[in-house]
């Protein structure tokens, strides 16, 4: 059940500008460069020079690079930077006979959580499997289902030292259970019961104290060896998914439903000492380093938020960039930032180095085995390219920005002796913090926001089209009907591999207010003809109805319906009768649509 927000007691952030003359100058000064100036020393990789840049829209769709760059002629494999650890896609069962293990194992698991330390990596599932597996053994050491309620999901995992030294997982689960696993002797040993459901638990350094929280707006501190209530956690307004405790076990954070993440001290827990506010949603992950300076939370999406504990939580940075977030982890050593990005086609990992000697940001983006080491100095200038510093293979994201300046004590970067490297794509960041250079504080105009739009909608439906008019795709172009910034249309050249080559279709687009948790509604303004476009514009594409993600943009959407005019789909047509003809007679099915385009796409 929804619980109205309620924002009395919580702390705003100062709102941020897109520092478009910035990007300007940092697009311009890219465009100068090129990678023949390079100072590199080290050129194993190669030139990439000579580069194709010809990528058609379906080869993109199917998460060909959109750069063009010649992987083949590099000297790193995607298969040298990787290997499987474990499959759940088939059926697993564990190698080794331990007591209360579930000897038959699972088929085709779901994995809803998983955590790793050391050399034990512990998954859990939708109903309410567990499997544990030593990375330094071969196959499945340990299985075993919490429950057989129909509401198992686990939600969290938690691996930690007991006080004898043995190593013990803990288990949130929907069954509004925690369940504490010895993983030495393979047996449950403790199970505490709770009215709600536990979506997170955290346990204190000390080992003597639980956070909890779960589907209820009051979080619970609880004694870890008796599950008694210690202290109710009152503050936030809704559903709470995440929770941790900072090394130095005085104070722990909960992050909410209601946008916020609040820090709580255990010596004073009538009220939450610091608020911390999002931007599109929920709080699901909190992490502190281990030497407890800095914590990170994320949002279900696009934001990670970085805090300077010293400061009380006054000073943050803010990485930003498209796509949704299945986690984030700081390395033990404190010098890396990490961050799970899930997308069906460029599912990431995103690397920030700590940063030393008053730099920005060291990035290391991962997607779909390439790997990117990009550094934005302090004057937002990114230096040329390194060709040495091209990794590996696959497709690079394409959207990374820089914002807004941070108090150089946040940052994360290499040692003072470390080279800067940059590249010209990456995922976006943003920083707030320390005040504008004087020479780029203006900020840029903005068109005004829907009379029903949200703020949140307004800021990501602007950061799109910045990225449209920088690099817009392949035959596509989009922007807004005049001042409304919700409302845009695109144009889409016929594919010259279709019979739809030579023609030019507009498409309308709506954006609605809380995009982009929901998909903005495309229309076709020319009459095309085509077995998934009806006479109305309609559009049967699946990532616009129940395949949507937060992570997709216009720019992927217009690509896939260019794809999508090469290559119908007529086992799943909005017009049965056209995709008929398409199947029985295809010469047929070209020939009226070439009549077509002729008639209405090209007048």
Same mark, same amino acid.
């Given at each position: 059940?929804?619980?109205?927000?309620?924002?009395?007691?919580?702390?705003?952030?100062?709102?941020?500008?897109?520092?478009?003359?910035?990007?300007?100058?940092?697009?311009?000064?890219?465009?100068?460069?090129?990678?023949?100036?390079?100072?590199?020393?080290?050129?194993?990789?190669?030139?990439?020079?000579?580069?194709?840049?010809?990528?058609?829209?379906?080869?993109?769709?199917?998460?060909?690079?959109?750069?063009?760059?010649?992987?083949?002629?590099?000297?790193?494999?995607?298969?040298?930077?990787?290997?499987?650890?474990?499959?759940?896609?088939?059926?697993?069962?564990?190698?080794?006979?331990?007591?209360?293990?579930?000897?038959?194992?699972?088929?085709?698991?779901?994995?809803?959580?998983?955590?790793?330390?050391?050399?034990?990596?512990?998954?859990?599932?939708?109903?309410?499997?567990?499997?544990?597996?030593?990375?330094?053994?071969?196959?499945?050491?340990?299985?075993?289902?919490?429950?057989?309620?129909?509401?198992?999901?686990?939600?969290?995992?938690?691996?930690?030292?007991?006080?004898?030294?043995?190593?013990?997982? &803990?288990?949130?689960?929907?069954?509004?259970?925690?369940?504490?696993?010895?993983?030495?002797?393979?047996?449950?040993?403790?199970?505490?019961?709770?009215?709600?459901?536990?979506?997170?638990?955290?346990?204190?350094?000390?080992?003597?104290? @639980?956070?909890?929280?779960?589907?209820?707006?009051?979080? &619970?501190?609880?004694?870890?060896?008796?599950?008694?209530?210690?202290?109710?956690?009152?503050?936030?307004?809704?559903?709470?998914?995440?929770?941790?405790?900072?090394?130095?076990?005085?104070?722990?954070?909960?992050?909410?439903?209601?946008?916020?993440?609040?820090?709580?001290?255990?010596?004073?827990?009538?009220?939450?000492?610091?608020?911390?506010?999002?931007? @599109?949603?929920?709080?699901?992950?909190?992490?502190?380093?281990?030497?407890?300076?800095?914590?990170?939370?994320?949002?279900?999406?696009?934001?990670?938020?970085?805090?300077?504990?010293?400061?009380?939580?006054?000073?943050?940075?803010?990485?930003?960039?498209?796509?949704?977030?299945?986690?984030?982890?700081?390395?033990?050593?404190?010098?890396?930032?990490?961050?799970?990005?899930?997308?069906?086609?460029?599912?990431?990992?995103?690397?920030?180095?700590?940063?030393?000697?008053?730099?920005?940001?060291? =990035?290391?983006?991962?997607?779909?085995?390439?790997?990117? @080491?990009? @550094?934005?100095?302090?004057?937002?200038?990114?230096?040329?390219?390194?060709?040495?510093?091209?990794?590996?293979?696959?497709?690079?994201?394409?959207?990374?920005?820089?914002?807004?300046?941070?108090?150089?004590?946040?940052?994360?970067?290499?040692?003072?002796?470390?080279?800067?490297?940059?590249?010209?794509?990456?995922?976006?960041?943003? =920083?707030?913090?320390?005040?504008?250079?004087?020479?780029?504080?203006?900020?840029?105009?903005?068109?005004?926001?829907?009379?029903?739009?949200?703020?949140?909608?307004?800021?990501?439906?602007?950061?799109?089209?910045?990225?449209?008019?920088?690099?817009?795709?392949?035959?596509?172009?989009?922007?807004?009907?005049?001042?409304?910034?919700?409302?845009?249309?695109?144009?889409?050249?016929?594919?010259?591999?279709?019979?739809?080559?030579?023609?030019?279709?507009?498409?309308?687009?709506?954006?609605?207010?809380?995009?982009?948790?929901?998909?903005?509604?495309?229309?076709?303004?020319?009459?095309?003809?085509?077995?998934?476009?009806?006479?109305?514009?309609?559009?049967?594409?699946?990532?616009?109805?129940?395949?949507?993600?937060?992570?997709?943009?216009?720019?992927?959407?217009?690509?896939?319906?260019?794809?999508?005019?090469?290559?119908?789909?007529?086992?799943?047509?909005?017009?049965?009768?056209?995709?008929?003809?398409?199947?029985?007679?295809?010469?047929?099915?070209?020939?009226?649509?070439?009549?077509?385009?002729?008639?209405?796409?090209?007048?």
């Amino acid at each position: 059940m929804s619980i109205p927000h309620r924002g009395d007691d919580m702390d705003e952030m100062a709102e941020d500008y897109d520092m478009g003359d910035v990007e300007d100058d940092m697009y311009e000064e890219f465009q100068g460069s090129g990678l023949g100036d390079s100072d590199s020393d080290d050129e194993e990789y190669g030139p990439l020079d000579g580069r194709a840049t010809d990528i058609s829209s379906a080869q993109a769709r199917k998460g060909k690079d959109i750069q063009g760059i010649p992987w083949s002629t590099l000297s790193i494999t995607r298969e040298s930077q990787k290997y499987e650890v474990m499959n759940v896609s088939g059926h697993i069962a564990p190698e080794e006979r331990l007591p209360g293990s579930l000897l038959e194992g699972f088929s085709q698991i779901q994995v809803s959580t998983l955590a790793i330390k050391d050399k034990l990596l512990v998954a859990g599932g939708f109903q309410g499997e567990l499997i544990c597996k030593f990375l330094d053994r071969k196959g499945i050491s340990f299985c075993c289902r919490t429950t057989y309620d129909d509401n198992a999901i686990t939600n969290a995992l938690d691996i930690y030292d007991s006080s004898s030294g043995a190593v013990h997982f &803990m288990s949130s689960n929907n069954d509004c259970g925690i369940r504490d696993f010895d993983l030495e002797k393979c047996q449950l040993c403790k199970h505490f019961h709770f009215q709600w459901p536990v979506n997170h638990t955290s346990l204190s350094p000390d080992g003597k104290l @639980l956070v909890i929280v779960g589907d209820d707006p009051d979080g &619970m501190l609880v004694d870890a060896h008796t599950g008694k209530t210690v202290h109710k956690l009152q503050g936030h307004v809704d559903f709470s998914f995440a929770s941790a405790w900072n090394p130095d076990g005085q104070t722990f954070a909960t992050g909410n439903q209601d946008k916020t993440c609040r820090v709580w001290d255990v010596r004073n827990l009538s009220k939450s000492v610091a608020v911390l506010r999002g931007n @599109l949603g929920a709080i699901r992950s909190i992490r502190f380093t281990s030497d407890g300076r800095f914590m990170a939370m994320a949002e279900p999406a696009d934001f990670v938020h970085i805090f300077d504990v010293g400061s009380g939580y006054n000073k943050q940075q803010e990485l930003d960039f498209f796509g949704e977030i299945s986690g984030v982890s700081f390395s033990p050593d404190t010098e890396a930032l990490f961050v799970g990005v899930w997308d069906r086609t460029y599912g990431s990992l995103l690397q920030y180095s700590r940063l030393r000697n008053y730099l920005y940001l060291d =990035s290391l983006r991962m997607a779909s085995g390439n790997l990117l @080491l990009i @550094l934005i100095s302090r004057s937002f200038r990114p230096k040329p390219m390194r060709r040495s510093h091209v990794l590996n293979n696959g497709s690079a994201a394409r959207s990374i920005r820089v914002r807004r300046p941070c108090d150089p004590q946040l940052h994360l970067s290499p040692s003072p002796d470390s080279k800067s490297q940059s590249s010209p794509t990456a995922a976006t960041r943003r =920083s707030r913090g320390s005040p504008l250079p004087t020479d780029l504080s203006a900020p840029p105009r903005r068109l005004p926001l829907s009379p029903s739009g949200g703020h949140m909608a307004s800021k990501r439906i602007q950061k799109e089209l910045l990225d449209l008019q920088r690099d817009p795709p392949a035959s596509c172009s989009a922007g807004p009907v005049g001042e409304d910034l919700f409302h845009w249309q695109a144009t889409i050249m016929g594919p010259a591999d279709s019979p739809y080559a030579g023609g030019v279709f507009f498409v309308m687009i709506h954006f609605p207010a809380d995009y982009p948790f929901k998909p903005p509604k495309v229309n076709f303004q020319t009459k095309v003809y085509h077995p998934n476009i009806n006479s109305n514009g309609s559009i049967c594409l699946d990532i616009l109805k129940d395949q949507w993600s937060p992570a997709l943009t216009i720019s992927k959407v217009l690509l896939s319906i260019s794809s999508l005019l090469t290559d119908p789909n007529p086992d799943d047509p909005l017009v049965p009768e056209i995709a008929h003809i398409y199947k029985t007679h295809r010469s047929r099915y070209e020939e009226i649509a070439r009549s077509w385009t002729q008639k209405y796409a090209m007048g």
